[in-house]
């Protein structure tokens, strides 16, 4: 990421850190790092992370960054399709997914959030 890219990154998780409940069981679509889950104070969240331009995959104390892409990337063995989620975080996601898979992605992330659950999103512009 370029130094422009960092500073869009740094006000996209300012906008969402303040949405995603106190220690949260979170999903983040598009992590690329893990700098959601290391925001400062009891809004730290736990959860995974996907990201299909990782380095590598990342198991950190409260978190795991997952190479891959959502949803059509995620294995049935993988710990994450069982999981419920408290939020779901997609931070400059959306715009990069084809528009034939936007409503799957829309079911992947129903299934994937617990009854009353949050789905916090920030969108460039789609297509």
Not at 46 to 53: A, C, I, M, R, S
Not at 86 to 115: K, S
């Amino acid at each position: 990421m370029n130094r422009i890219d960092r500073l869009l990154q740094r006000w996209r998780v300012s906008q969402a850190i303040p949405r995603v409940p106190e220690g949260a069981r979170m999903l983040e679509v598009g992590c690329f790092d893990d700098r959601l889950f290391k925001c400062p104070g009891d809004r730290r969240a736990h959860g995974v992370g996907v990201d299909p331009l990782l380095d590598q995959a990342v198991e950190g104390a409260r978190f795991r960054l997952v190479l891959d892409a959502f949803p059509q990337d995620m294995p049935d063995g993988e710990q994450i399709v069982v999981m419920q989620f408290v939020v779901i975080v997609m931070l400059a996601v959306l715009e990069h997914v084809a528009r034939e898979r936007i409503e799957e992605c829309a079911r992947t992330r129903e299934d994937l959030l617990v009854p009353d659950g949050l789905a916090v999103a920030t969108v460039r512009r789609l297509w």
